[in-house]
């Protein structure tokens, strides 16, 4: 069964913290993993990942892919209130090729 | 439309009654997905389309969803004789097909939907 992990579950920083989510994954025909951040209804879209170790970047957030040891990361530097949220990752792969399995997000809180 | 359209935006029904929740994907895009968020939970796959070819159900939870796409672009997802589990938001997503890692997926806003 294709499965996503995420960790932590929740964290809790104060602005101008650096924060580290992590995503591992076990999916067959693994094709990308996906990050998006969840504030309201709609997941928004911030990165797509499919090659290992080229780091993706915008702004204050990167991300990059280990697909010899099944992971990724996300990285928030010099976090902001409006940082706050839920972090989903996802991968892509499965036997419909197309098919997103999401892990149960990270909730980020950001104090001022 | 310029994203993914859902509607109704929030749907209160009786156990036992049938809801029809629709969604309407970005012009273009081939490939629509319905997935499922209970309060505080990751998204759950429910099923996947992906241009003509059959879909990908593997994701309902019983037989009574089900979810239908005509001519290829508006999507509705039914479930009869709603439960109490049933109650959560029904996320709707597109994307414009496959590629080599597949495309960026875009949700709309998400139909919540409270079973009483």
């Known amino acids: 069964e294709d499965k996503v992990v995420q960790s932590p579950l929740s964290l809790v920083v104060h602005e101008g913290d650096t924060v580290t989510l992590n995503c591992s994954y076990e999916v067959t025909n693994f094709r990308s993993l996906l990050w998006y951040k969840q504030e309201k209804k709609a997941p928004t879209f911030l990165f797509m990942l499919?090659?290992?170790?080229i780091e993706k970047k915008s702004g204050r957030l990167s991300s990059i892919l280990d697909k010899k040891e099944l992971f990724s990361i996300l990285n928030i530097t010099a976090t902001q209130t409006g940082d706050s949220a839920v972090y989903l990752c996802?991968?892509?792969?499965?036997?419909?090729?197309?098919?997103?399995?999401f892990g149960q997000g990270t909730i980020l809180t950001v104090h001022p | 439309g310029a994203g993914v359209s859902q509607s109704p935006s929030n749907k209160v029904t009786e156990k036992g009654k049938d809801v029809e929740l629709r969604c309407d994907p970005i012009s273009g895009h081939t490939a629509l997905y319905w997935y499922r968020q209970s309060l505080g939970q990751g998204l759950e796959f429910l099923i996947y389309f992906q241009g003509n070819s059959a879909p990908d159900k593997s994701g309902l939870p019983s037989d009574r969803f089900s979810a239908e796409r005509t001519g290829g672009s508006v999507s509705t997802l039914t479930i009869q004789r709603t439960q109490q589990e049933d109650s959560a938001v029904y996320l709707c997503?597109?994307?414009?097909?496959?590629?080599?890692?597949?495309?960026?997926?875009?949700f709309g806003e998400g139909s919540w939907l409270t079973v009483v």
């Open positions: 499919t090659s290992s170790g």
């Open positions: 996802a991968a892509r792969g499965g036997t419909s090729y197309g098919k997103l399995t």
């Open positions: 997503a597109s994307s414009p097909g496959q590629g080599a890692g597949g495309n960026t997926i875009y």
